[in-house]
């Protein structure tokens, strides 16, 4: 157990529609990052926070935004979805925004989305 | 435009012997290297980690190689077990201010009893 927590497990939604992940980090860890995974593919970085700033953003559609909240919890919204959208979803924490000598992330166990 | 690739999709090992997977990248920029194993249904959990001022590191059975040179990564497993099968993946990143990761596509590790 990574002490990362997501939520829901599964979700199963039609496209067009709105969605909101959750992520709730470990204790004491100010950074979270979120990555999706699609159907045999890699884990692709979305975006990352820190202490409830955006900090870094990677290959995430306009169609998706997120936030940290000053409890540290992070949401993940996706919108106007498709059916591309299909895909795992991760959220990662970190102590730090950047650790020095490892950039040693915990991971959740993932957001399970499909898109109809 | 692939930064990262793995070469190997999948790769069986006897358990006892030597587990090899690799990693080649494209960007110069890259400053720590990481790899992650993950089992099904859960999330990839790191492993081991090198810095780009280091050439290799060693943590009980997991050794991570760095040739900067030939910008590859590697990692060797010994001896291999069984509960080494998983999928692993090279990770990337580089040391600023935001920290946008790089994830191979992965290589699914077999270890047959």
């Known amino acids: 157990d990574s002490g990362v927590t997501q939520t829901p497990k599964h979700l199963i939604t039609a496209t067009g529609q709105r969605v909101t992940l959750r992520c709730s980090p470990r204790?004491?860890?100010?950074?979270v990052y979120w990555y999706q995974q699609s159907l045999d593919q890699g884990l692709q970085f979305l975006i990352q926070?820190?202490?409830?700033?955006?900090?870094a953003k990677g290959n995430i559609l306009e169609r998706f935004s997120a936030q940290q909240f000053p409890d540290l919890h992070s949401e993940l919204n996706l919108s106007s979805l498709e059916l591309g959208d299909s895909a795992l979803y991760f959220c990662a924490s970190s102590v730090e925004a950047w650790t020095g000598n490892a950039y040693e992330q915990y991971f959740g166990p993932g957001t399970r989305l499909t898109v109809t | 435009d692939q930064q990262v690739k793995q070469n190997s999709p999948s790769l069986s090992v006897q358990e006892g012997r030597i587990s090899i997977l690799n990693c080649d990248y494209t960007n110069s920029m890259f400053d720590y290297f990481l790899w992650y194993k993950k089992y099904p249904a859960e999330g990839p959990t790191f492993l081991i980690s090198?810095?780009?001022?280091?050439d290799k590191n060693e943590d009980g059975r997991f050794t991570v190689f760095l040739n900067k040179s030939a910008k590859h990564l590697s990692l060797h497993i010994v001896p291999s077990q069984p509960g080494d099968s998983a999928v692993y993946f090279c990770a990337f990143g580089t040391d600023n201010y935001g920290q946008n990761f790089v994830f191979g596509p992965g290589t699914r590790l077999s270890v047959l009893p």
């Open positions: 090198i810095s780009s001022i280091k």
């Open positions: 926070y820190y202490n409830g700033e955006e900090r």
């Open positions: 204790s004491g860890d100010l950074s």
